[in-house]
């Protein structure tokens, strides 16, 4: 039934169609179709179809058509099918805080945080009482926006006006939600609260606590809180996400001795470090130029096949190498990547490529650089998002030396990845225009206005020459338009030579 509801338009001969299909419909077929119809508006129009065909629609049918709904971002129509159930199943289906929650959440998903707000006041109004569900949701979006005053509202009320008893997780999103807006305090304090709750903590509510005291800067107390785990509960363990913190913590501190003994002692507890602990300690380690560590930790990692270096590791060792100085290492380096056929991204050629440049090797880093437009490496979705600023030394140097074209090829790839970067465009426009491409160089002015950049006088002056010089009074002409709309001035000679050159065009026409 999915099927034919999916491929075609929904009219009365489709309505005629799935009668026929299955004319006695069952909760268990509408329940499946409404799950399995592609579009929220279309799944609509089926469950209302069903009502009008006899099907009586309970709390789990109208529950999953505002999930539907709201997951199909459908605000409005999730809202309004909300406020209509009792109405619309003749009392039948009691209004719950289970309807509300979902509303909650799709309002939140959206970033409509006034939207969850509104529901969760209307919920109220009308006399259905938030669970403490609810109010998780709630606090869950409020933090999220930075609204800590409001959350400590919202929990306030949640005590005293309603009498709901916070659980885990609502003590889980609050010490997350207050450490992440750098009120690590609050945050600790509400751990503490947990207590007079008799609310036991999980070892996500102290990864959480450990994470939020790291990214302060108090990692000894955060160690103590991970020592005191154990003696909580004997349920109660540090696992790989702890570790893992702690170690980036005291990276974090340069206390790299510290960040080595956490690490040995996950190990000696019987914990695999993942890809996400090498790579913290080997970042922490480089920054300090550890190199000789670095490798004992690469060659032991092999040995049980707990981990092989990837994308990340190569990147920070090369970048590593690289602000030591030792280039002839980083290229080393990335003859590995390929060795291990470990994935290059844009990092790891931008690195190499900016320090060739600091070098001046810019041969070598024009190999790496056409390497790196051929593979369109760039528009890759994995690894790291490129900065445009990190081949401006590369655009600089090929504009400087007639390969102009190169480099723009390399800057479209940036643009297509939405990368902006108003100094590229300055030395592609003047690069083309010591060229004579003056027509290329009067494209990317548009295109940097379009994306309100804001050219220099030399871009505008050295167009309007070159164009006038090729013959392009009418081009020279529209940039002087721009100009005139910047804050620039132009020459006077310029705007007489532009009015000649325009007036010889027109006099055959005259003639």
Request: glycine fraction near 6%; include cysteine.
């Amino acid at each position: 039934m999915a099927r034919v509801i999916n491929s075609t338009p929904w009219s009365s001969e489709l309505e005629s169609s799935i009668s026929s299909l299955s004319p006695s419909l069952s909760k268990t077929t509408v329940l499946q179709t409404l799950r399995l119809i592609k579009n929220p508006s279309k799944t609509l129009q089926f469950f209302n179809w069903v009502q009008k065909m006899g099907f009586p629609h309970d709390a789990q049918s109208f529950f999953l058509m505002i999930e539907i709904l709201g997951k199909g971002r459908n605000l409005n129509a999730a809202r309004n099918l909300l406020l209509s159930i009792e109405k619309r199943s003749n009392g039948s289906v009691m209004l719950e805080d289970k309807f509300f929650n979902s509303l909650i959440r799709s309002y939140g998903r959206a970033g409509l945080f006034q939207e969850s707000i509104q529901v969760f006041e209307t919920m109220k109004s009308i006399g259905v009482s938030p669970s403490v569900v609810s109010f998780n949701n709630l606090l869950s979006i409020l933090l999220k926006r930075g609204r800590t005053n409001m959350a400590k509202s919202v929990f306030d009320e949640m005590l005293s006006t309603f009498g709901v008893t916070p659980d885990v997780y609502t003590f889980n999103i609050l010490i997350n939600g207050f450490c992440m807006n750098s009120m690590v305090d609050e945050g600790f304090r509400f751990f503490k609260e947990m207590e007079r709750f008799k609310c036991d903590p999980d070892v996500v509510t102290y990864n959480t606590i450990v994470d939020g005291l790291c990214r302060v800067g108090k990692v000894g107390v955060a160690h103590n809180v991970v020592i005191g785990m154990s003696k909580k509960s004997l349920d109660l363990n540090p696992n790989v996400v702890t570790y893992t913190t702690l170690v980036r913590g005291y990276c974090m501190k340069q206390d790299i001795d510290e960040a080595l003994a956490v690490f040995q002692e996950m190990i000696s507890k019987g914990l695999k470090p993942n890809k996400i602990t090498y790579n913290t300690l080997i970042k922490g380690l480089s920054v300090l130029q550890k190199f000789d560590k670095i490798k004992e930790i690469l060659e032991g990692m092999g040995e049980d096949g707990r981990f092989t270096p990837d994308t990340c590791t190569f990147n920070t060792l090369i970048n590593a190498h690289c602000d030591a100085g030792n280039i002839d290492e980083a290229l080393n380096m990335f003859k590995r990547v390929s060795e291990l056929e470990v994935q290059s991204d844009s990092a790891t050629y931008s690195v190499i490529i900016r320090s060739l440049c600091q070098i001046g090797d810019f041969e070598k880093a024009e190999e790496f650089f056409d390497d790196l437009a051929k593979k369109e490496i760039l528009l890759s979705d994995v690894g790291c998002m490129p900065i445009v600023a990190a081949y401006n030394p590369m655009f600089e140097y090929l504009c400087g030396n007639g390969k102009t074209k190169k480099a723009e090829r390399v800057f479209r790839q940036l643009l297509k990845r939405g990368r902006q970067d108003p100094p590229a465009y300055q030395t592609l426009i003047l690069g083309h225009c010591r060229e004579g491409l003056f027509k290329a160089g009067y494209e990317l002015l548009v295109l940097m206005l379009r994306l309100d950049f804001e050219p220099g006088f030399e871009i505008y002056d050295s167009l309007i020459t070159g164009l006038l010089q090729k013959g392009e009074p009418l081009l020279a002409h529209l940039t002087l338009e721009k100009m005139l709309k910047s804050s620039h001035l132009p020459q006077t000679s310029s705007v007489h030579a532009i009015l000649a050159e325009l007036l010889k065009k027109l006099r055959p026409r005259s003639s």
